[in-house]
């Protein structure tokens, strides 16, 4: 191999290697959007039990507990993963219109009327961040 071609391939090396991604102490993409997915059912769920604001947020924390179980990641794990995704909106903002289809689409599969749907849908795409 000459010294161009060399030099060259040793480019291409170095910039498929700095492609930006996810770093690995973080929860990627495709598994935060699965959690964050079975996140808002959870919550959803302890919103619909009965009892007092204190049962239900027990509730919640229980569910949550379980989805963090189920995908094997400790609640300081999902944390910084959160912060992390906060401090990327356009990867945030991509993967929860993800999870919000995801969220319609078994809610459209499970009888909701898409009036419903849409009606709770524009809840999250209004207002400041608090209300991501």
Do not use: W
């Amino acid at each position: 191999m000459n010294r161009k071609t060399l030099i060259a391939v040793a480019l291409a090396g170095v910039l498929v290697g700095c492609k930006p991604g996810t770093p690995k102490q973080y929860i990627q993409p495709d598994e935060m959007e699965e959690i964050l997915y079975d996140y808002h059912i959870a919550q959803a769920m302890a919103q619909l039990e009965d009892g007092s604001m204190e049962q239900r947020n027990f509730d919640r924390s229980l569910n949550v507990a379980a989805v963090l179980k189920k995908h094997g990641v400790t609640q300081a794990e999902f944390d910084s993963s959160l912060v992390y995704y906060y401090t990327r909106a356009d990867k945030f903002q991509h993967m929860n219109q993800r999870v919000a289809e995801r969220l319609s689409d078994k809610a459209l599969s499970l009888g909701a009327s898409e009036g419903e749907v849409e009606r709770f849908a524009t809840l999250s795409m209004n207002g400041d961040t608090a209300n991501v």
